[in-house]
């Protein structure tokens, strides 16, 4: 096979090294533009993981990087004039160009033709004079550009600005700097690579880059290879206290924007993509050479695995792309959080610390335990001297999770942080909930979750979203919720809620004209139209509204929520995408709000005070044109002043073409911004169902209650059982008595077995905290000493 590989980067080396290694009668051909000397970049960093694949691929490349790594386990989290230090993590890191040189004699050794100074030729000559073109291009890929088409790239250009820097400061761990200026914010990703140098990447917010007077500095056009210096040597004032008197050394430096590479393909014909060709990962959260190199493991055991190059280049992006993926999005939260990270400067160190580490939703509360239980136990400490009433252990038990400590809801005092959401059930009969809805409430009441709420309930017969929904506008349904009340109130403390809701152009009518929203808008194609609401339509809606809630009140429901989201009436009023009034209740954001505002001081006016208030709002439409962040930040501050206690934050169901991006967690961001940039309590809500989930998002003050649904629908005592799994009995996760007996785990196969000894001496355990403290040659000691 004639393989030719463009680009000479460690990437590339390392796909001809390992091809030429496993076939060594293969002609590999590499092009590299820049000289073989040229030193660009500063360290890299690697995992354990990554350099065990190395270990087992090419033994002698991993000895020769294993001599020259920086090696250390703690992170430092250098913020508001405190240090947090969270062990237990394992890095490794060099320098690049060193990294380079290790790869080129490799190269070398296995005969590899390697073109240094020479740009490739054209890719589509070299496609048709050899069997694989290898594209490791890097990140502004001239080969994914000439057959964009078939790749069909996505390029996203976020908005921090950030540079490149090394440091004659050798750091000791992986540090991340977080400074508060006049300007704003600036945060530095630091660590060590060799015995005098660490990387320094100084980041910031495009608005505090203005404000701190880069712009000025950087106005000009920078020559290929040449820095800002202006720019470093501001950075160097403003990071003084942390260069300790040591200098900022600039390579090619200068401010540029990160931008994430995503593309449908990674293949066209006998060329595949590789490295930051194909895809790339925010700084944050790893290294584009670490992936690089994975890519070009996995790329050769294809080639070799499969009989012909199509089936091992489908082999090769089928087994690749969900790696990649699913580190594209923990980078993407990661970055996320890093632009955003004004958000958070309020929160006390401790807890801004363990928010910094878990930001990618890779690293959690159990993951941090496990690693370093000394620093999730001081954070622990610090979170539960802030919790009201705070739930203590009884003795001799593991602290109390953050899930189950105490928070007040308006006028409740809930004994956990875990919240039963509104479960749409279908079963009503003429909107009156029966058996089902019974058991349904009661079980999940008695299942250890501090509120449950009832789903969906409509306000008005027009108002159910399928003929199956449970309403709140007759006698009869009030007193069929009052039995179901008045049951679960009688077997467990647990708080009971209930959703008023009218479903707008979502209802469920059969009768012509009957559909009433916002705008005279259709939910789909087979959809009826509804009539535009007139000013006589709302009165009788709002009137309708609070009916339901003096109802809920006398049902015995010890708190509301109002449906503001999913497309139902109230979201319909919300969003520019279905309401396109022109009158005082359309058009801005402020008419827009108007009557579910309205409505929602009626309904707070009737609501007792020892009650909570809920609104559930949809923050994101997941449609081009919907309701931005910052109108999301208005709304929730607008309904918190017209009397909500709380906001339940979900997104999404606004219109039927929606592309929400879904996973774990997925819409706890948008509960993290309402809630830091208001100060209002939020509820989380979306694909959460882990309690390791429950405890980080509570703790690192993404929201200060989780709704957990469809875990527990799958168990209903979803709660308990996070409880006993987590050591933990106490009062704020009480088994019912005729229950207790089943509260602990109970014993599976081979439990019982007690495994010998087999090793005549055990290996110590790692230390937890292992800093980089590069050794010192021998005959620079002696010198040093008689000196």
């Not at 006993?724 to 009062?731: E, L, M, V």
Request: aromatic share 8%; net charge negative.
């Amino acid at each position: 096979m004639r393989v030719a590989v463009i680009g000479g980067g460690p990437g590339g080396l390392y796909f001809a090294a390992l091809a030429r290694q496993l076939s060594p009668h293969w002609e590999v051909t590499v092009w590299e533009r820049n000289a073989r000397d040229d030193a660009f970049g500063f360290g890299v960093v690697f995992s354990d993981e990554t350099l065990d694949g190395i270990a087992q691929a090419d033994p002698e490349v991993f000895e020769r990087m294993s001599a020259e790594f920086a090696r250390w386990s703690d992170i430092d989290v250098r913020y508001g004039g405190e240090v947090h230090v969270s062990g237990g993590h394992g890095f490794a890191a060099l320098d690049r160009n060193r990294l380079r040189e290790v790869l080129q004699q490799r190269c070398a050794d296995l005969g590899v033709d390697v073109r240094y100074g020479t740009a490739a030729p054209a890719v589509g000559r070299l496609s048709a004079e050899y069997d694989l073109v290898v594209a490791a291009d890097g990140i502004r890929s001239a080969t994914r550009e000439a057959y964009a088409g078939t790749f069909r790239p996505e390029l996203d250009e976020r908005n921090c600005r950030y540079m490149w820097l090394s440091t004659d400061r050798v750091f000791e761990a992986f540090t991340f700097i977080v400074e508060k200026r006049d300007f704003g914010s600036v945060q530095v990703h630091a660590y060590p690579y060799d015995a005098e140098h660490s990387t320094f990447i100084v980041e910031m917010a495009e608005e505090d880059w203005r404000r701190a007077g880069f712009e000025e500095l950087a106005d000009r056009e920078f020559a290929r290879g040449e820095s800002d210096e202006a720019s470093v040597r501001r950075c160097e004032e403003i990071l003084a206290d942390h260069l300790d008197g040591h200098r900022l050394i600039p390579n090619a430096s200068k401010w540029i924007r990160f931008t994430t590479v995503r593309n449908a393909s990674w293949r066209h014909g006998n060329v595949v993509l590789l490295g930051d060709a194909a895809h790339t990962a925010h700084f944050s959260i790893g290294s584009g050479t670490k992936l690089a190199m994975e890519d070009s493991l996995a790329l050769v055991a294809c080639l070799h695995e499969h009989p012909d190059l199509a089936s091992a280049l489908g082999a090769y992006e089928t087994e690749r792309r969900p790696v990649v993926e699913s580190t594209q999005r923990a980078a993407q939260a990661s970055l996320e959080w890093f632009e955003n990270i004004g958000r958070y400067t309020a929160q006390e160190p401790p807890q801004f610390a363990f928010n910094l580490l878990t930001r990618s939703r890779r690293v959690t509360y159990d993951n941090l335990r496990v690693r370093d239980g000394g620093f999730t136990a001081a954070v622990d400490s610090w979170h539960e001297q802030g919790s009201s009433l705070a739930a203590r252990p009884h003795a001799g038990a593991v602290p109390v999770p953050p899930m189950f400590r105490p928070f007040p809801l308006g006028g409740l005092h809930l004994r956990n942080r875990v919240v039963v959401p509104p479960t749409a059930l279908y079963c009503a009969r003429e909107g009156v909930p029966g058996d089902f809805e019974l058991v349904h409430l009661s079980t999940q009441a008695l299942g250890g979750s501090a509120l449950v709420f009832a789903g969906m309930t409509a306000v008005a017969a027009g108002g159910r979203a399928t003929p199956g929904c449970p309403g709140l506008y007759t006698d009869e349904q009030e007193a069929a919720w009052r039995r179901i009340t008045g049951f679960v109130h009688g077997q467990s403390d647990t708080c009971l809620g209930i959703q008023l809701t009218h479903a707008g152009r979502r209802a469920a009518t059969g009768a012509p004209g009957s559909l009433v929203a916002a705008s005279p808008l259709p939910w789909d194609a087979a959809s009826d139209t509804p009539r535009e609401a007139t000013r006589r339509d709302m009165d009788d809606l709002a009137a309708d509204f609070v009916a339901a809630a003096e109802r809920a009140h006398r049902a015995g429901f010890d708190a509301l929520e109002l449906q503001y989201g999913h497309g139902h009436l109230m979201s319909g009023f919300l969003s520019p995408l279905t309401n396109r009034r022109t009158d005082e209740y359309g058009g801005t954001l402020a008419g827009r709000l108007r009557f579910p505002l309205e409505v929602l001081r009626a309904v707070r006016a009737v609501w007792p005070a020892g009650k909570a208030l809920v609104v559930r709002v949809s923050a994101a439409d997941w449609a081009e044109g919907g309701t931005s962040e910052a109108e999301a930040v208005e709304i929730a501050r607008a309904l918190g002043e017209a009397g909500a206690d709380a906001l339940d934050v979900s997104t999404g169901e606004v219109v039927a073409h929606e592309r929400p991006r879904h996973g774990r967690s997925y819409q706890t961001p948008f509960a993290d911004l309402i809630r830091n940039a208001t100060g209002l309590p939020t509820i989380a809500v979306g694909a959460i169902s882990t309690y390791d989930d429950v405890n980080s998002i509570v703790l690192a003050g993404r929201a200060d209650l989780c709704a957990v649904g469809r875990a527990h629908l799958h168990d209903p005592l979803w709660t308990l059982h996070a409880a006993a799994a987590q050591g933990y009995s106490g009062p704020a996760a009480p088994w019912p008595a005729s229950w207790r007996a089943g509260s602990a785990r109970p014993p599976g196969a081979r439990t019982d077995r007690v495994p010998p000894r087999l090793h005549l001496l055990r290996e110590p355990a790692p230390p937890v905290h292992r800093r980089w403290a590069p050794r010192v040659p021998a005959a620079a000691a002696g010198a040093a000493t008689t000196h």
